[in-house]
């Protein structure tokens, strides 16, 4: 059997380590489904574009967004940009297996357990995208049994910097900041001034996101 082209999809950055850390990715998803051909390609500031990968991929390819939540890239950027035999997956979040590598990387930080986290996301105004990361904030809530916030780093409500310290006005406790984000940037850049005991490196090439990128793209198959 021949399986469509994964064309993996990330937003794209300025950042020297964030196309890296994509193609990193990649490969832990070849190495766990090596009978998968898969490309990587960027919305913007990286080669490729997703119109000149899914020009070599196939008719048939599958687009699996690197996107944490639903927004303008994946309604309009992406699905735009493919044919009409040619599929796109949903966003990655919410889902379990970022539980998986959320807390790993809270543990990787070294943040004690039973701290209260604040989800630190992009942010977007699409409300279904904030409604998508609250719901990864409950998942995560749920896992660690400690409270958990969703916060906002540019569009949206709360900031990251407000949760922070409304979450250790409740609690009286320290607080880590979990980076819900793929890649470092701008945006992870900012959460070190937020005010945190602690913040958490991006999930990156966490071996649970590959797999995750993987699930997205039998489901869409």
Avoid at 173 to 182: C, F, K
């Amino acid at each position: 059997m021949s399986w469509p082209a994964l064309v993996a999809v990330a937003h794209g950055s300025a950042h020297p380590q964030a196309a890296a850390t994509v193609t990193a990715l990649a490969g832990h998803v070849t190495r766990l489904a090596p009978v998968i051909d898969i490309r990587v390609a960027f919305v913007q500031h990286a080669q490729p574009s997703l119109p000149a990968a899914l020009a070599v991929a196939g008719r048939d390819a599958i687009v699996v967004p690197l996107l944490l939540s639903s927004g303008y890239h994946l309604t309009r950027d992406i699905t735009s940009a493919l044919n009409l035999d040619q599929k796109v997956a949903g966003p990655l979040g919410p889902d379990r297996l970022l539980v998986t590598a959320l807390a790993s990387r809270l543990a990787e930080a070294q943040v004690p357990g039973g701290t209260p986290v604040v989800l630190a996301a992009a942010g977007s105004a699409d409300q279904e995208a904030a409604w998508q990361v609250r719901s990864q904030a409950t998942l995560l809530a749920q896992e660690l049994n400690v409270p958990v916030r969703a916060a906002f780093a540019a569009a949206g409500l709360p900031a990251v910097r407000d949760a922070v310290a409304d979450l250790r006005a409740l609690t009286g406790a320290q607080v880590a900041v979990a980076a819900y984000l793929l890649t470092r940037g701008h945006f992870h850049d900012q959460l070190a001034s937020a005010g945190a005991d602690w913040v958490t490196a991006p999930l990156g090439d966490h071996p649970a996101v590959a797999a995750l990128v993987i699930d997205r793209y039998r489901s869409a198959a």
